[in-house]
């Protein structure tokens, strides 16, 4: 029994990506994944912002239904109507947040609610609920060229804008009021972070749907806080962590035929509950450990 | 540099929130070079006059004139609360964003720059906390971390906003025997202060500000028992029925 097992993940492990082309691709798009939604993942949490990432992945649904519903089910018409209305919940809820004395965590919620339920219906009065089941949960197994190329472009883009406003957007975490002071400049840099989160998102909705894309978002920059102390380190920690999530998540699913989405981010849970058990910066096991203190 | 800086002139300077003034009316010079603390009650203004010279709030009547300088390239440190004092940054990337007038948000911190900083981290007494997060220091040293970066921006002007609340004995009188080699390189000093013995030791000009000026001068004749009782009858006069001010501009002002 446990020979039998054993060879069904060795298959999967290895044997599945040499024979199937439609693996490959996956593995390739989980890399993609991995870099962009590593650094966006790490400035949420150290924002404070975990949650926005959730809003923002049900904020696009309408704009995918509403893409679906002109070009069918093309990967280049869902995405961009994902982008412009997460886009647009972003803007609107950054708007309220300094028009209103509504704070932008209550703005986010209430336009991301308008917009998944916006979503649900557009989806449900037009198509069938197989098509919802898609938008929802994605499948990574048929991303094909287009999509491998999307993906693969918003991570370029994603690292490339992360390397020009690392600084000014570590200092707008840190200390906003300096950048204030030092001349202003932190509502372009909080914009443009809140675009690579949807644009990152809406690389994820495809393989992983729009609920689970924000799980290889979170989980992985979640984790990463439990092994790295600063910031440079965090971002690597988690692109590692969210590649081997989407590695061990198409095994798995390959291996016992589980729908790859799931599979994924419940992989990336996997590594979350080990680290916060196991995870030096302040894991469980490492603070119950009986050390002797130091000298100073 | 110092010696260009024209000093700083309020004009019958109003500012405050949502039209209710809580700077009212001041007028009156730092010169350049001086070495000023403002004193007053909670809720006097003190910190709105900080941010008012800093830029950092619009300006509902009157002026601030410090000639050719932009408010930008004064250095300004606000109270301690506003740093996210648990991220995961290391004291020398700190204490480096004090070039940020030099290297903004693109261009790299040169040798140098790095050399500078260490300096000013050593002139603080923290020499060796370079790699250290930040999270892992003590209030204490937080704030001689800041005053590193405020000695790294080199700036003509440089305006503390309750610089000493919550620190010890020594690390206070280490700050301010910077804030007093400042004052002896010519740069203008405005701290806001609550310790009157310490203003009185320490500082050789005051602002006795209760929404108003009570006083403004040599610290000696500033705080007197009178000025200071007045400056405490101050109520906090923010009513949500509070008529519109209406008071004849300066005679200057009409002059000019």
Partial sequence: MSGELWTTLQDAAVGSFGDYAFMRRALVACLALAIGCGPVGVFLVLRRMSLVGDAMSHAILPGAAIGFLLGGLSLPAMSLGGFVAGLLVALLAGLVARMTRLREDASFAAFYLISLALGVLIVTLHGSTVDLMHVLFGTILAVDDTALLLVAGISSLTVCVFALMYRPLVVECFDPGFLRAQGGGGGVIHLLFLALVVLNLVAGFQALGTLMAVGMMMLPAATARLWARQVPGLIAVAMVIAFLSGYGGLVLSFAWNLPSGPAIVLMAGVFYLISLLVGPVGGVLPRLLPRSHLEA | ?256
């Fill in chain 2, 1 to 256: 540099m110092s010696s260009a800086f024209p000093g700083l002139r309020l004009t019958d300077l109003t500012l405050g929130y949502d039209r209710h003034p809580a700077v009212h009316h001041v007028s009156g010079t730092f010169e350049a070079g001086s070495l000023t603390a403002i004193v007053g009650p909670n809720g006097a203004g003190k910190s709105t006059l900080l941010k008012g010279i800093k830029g950092l709030l619009p300006v509902l009547g009157g002026r601030i004139d410090c000639g050719a300088w932009a408010s930008s390239a004064l250095a300004y440190l606000p109270q301690q609360a506003e740093v996210e004092h648990d991220f995961p940054i290391s004291v020398l990337d700190v204490v480096l964003l004090g070039h940020w007038q030099t290297i903004g948000m693109f261009r790299a911190a040169t040798r140098a720059m790095r050399q500078q900083a260490e300096d000013a981290l050593a002139a603080v007494g923290l020499a060796g906390f370079e790699r250290r997060p930040l999270a892992a220091l003590s209030v204490g040293q937080r704030q001689r971390v800041l005053f590193a970066r405020v000695l790294l921006q080199d700036s003509p002007v440089i305006l503390l906003d309750e610089p000493f609340n919550a620190l010890d004995a020594r690390t206070t009188a280490d700050l301010l025997a910077l804030v007093q080699r400042w004052h002896g390189e010519g740069r203008t000093v405005i701290a806001v202060l609550h310790d009157l013995e310490q203003v009185r030791q320490y500082f050789p000009r005051t602002l006795l500000l209760a929404r108003e000026v009570i006083g403004w001068g040599a610290t000696a004749e500033t705080l007197t028992r009178e000025a200071l009782l007045r400056a405490r009858a101050m109520g906090e006069a923010w009513s949500e029925t509070a008529s519109l001010c209406v008071r004849p501009p300066l005679a200057d002002e009409v002059a000019g």
